[in-house]
């Protein structure tokens, strides 16, 4: 809950920069309406689910980020779609298995494709920097998972005995 809060609140920060930039700010910004903020939201809050269904929260991220690129154009998304994308990967790391995991991991790429194709800041210059970042994080998620059953079964039962 914590990690979709602070994405979601770096993203309507980021949305709120762009719908106040002034019109001969240094960077291309098609679009200064305010309803940016509520649809980049709609691509934040699936982190909140990625427990129950990881894969369907990368479609309706993915889907919110489409449509937020048609609609709105050309903007500044790169620094919290990327804090999503990184949420994201690592999750596709932690949460899902098998084969699963690379899946995840290339729609998480696809998704930083949505956030740059656009994006007046970075562009997709920065796609390798930013796959290399996931692929950092989904490592994370993967490690700690592999990780966390180790532990518990190194943990010795606790055996209470009566009268012995």
């Known amino acids: 809950m914590a990690l979709a ?3 979601t609140a770096v993203g309507v920060q980021q949305m709120a ?6 019109a001969d700010w240094a960077v ?28 369907v929260v990368l479609a309706v991220t993915a889907a919110a980020l489409a449509v937020h690129v048609l609609v709105f154009g050309w903007m ?16 596709a790391g932690r949460l899902l298995g098998g084969r699963s995991r ?15 194709v656009e994006d007046s800041a970075a562009g997709l210059e920065i796609l390798w920097v930013a796959a290399v970042i996931s692929a950092a994080c989904w490592g994370a998620g993967w490690w700690l998972e592999r990780r966390t059953p180790s532990r518990a079964s190194d943990a010795v039962p606790s055996r209470v005995g009566a009268g012995v």
Do not use: E, K
Request: a positive charge; proline letters at 4%; glycine letters at 6%.
């Open 5 to 7: 809060a602070v994405v």
């Open 17 to 22: 920069m762009n719908a106040g930039a002034p």
């Open 28 to 55: 291309r910004i098609d679009s200064h309406s305010w309803w940016s903020v509520p649809l980049f939201v709609a691509a934040t809050l699936p982190l909140l689910w990625r427990r129950r269904n990881l894969f």
């Open 76 to 91: 500044v998304r790169c620094t919290a779609g990327l804090v999503l994308t990184a949420a994201l990967a690592y999750s």
């Open 102 to 116: 690379l899946v995840g991991l290339a729609a998480v790429v696809g998704a930083q494709v949505l956030v740059l």
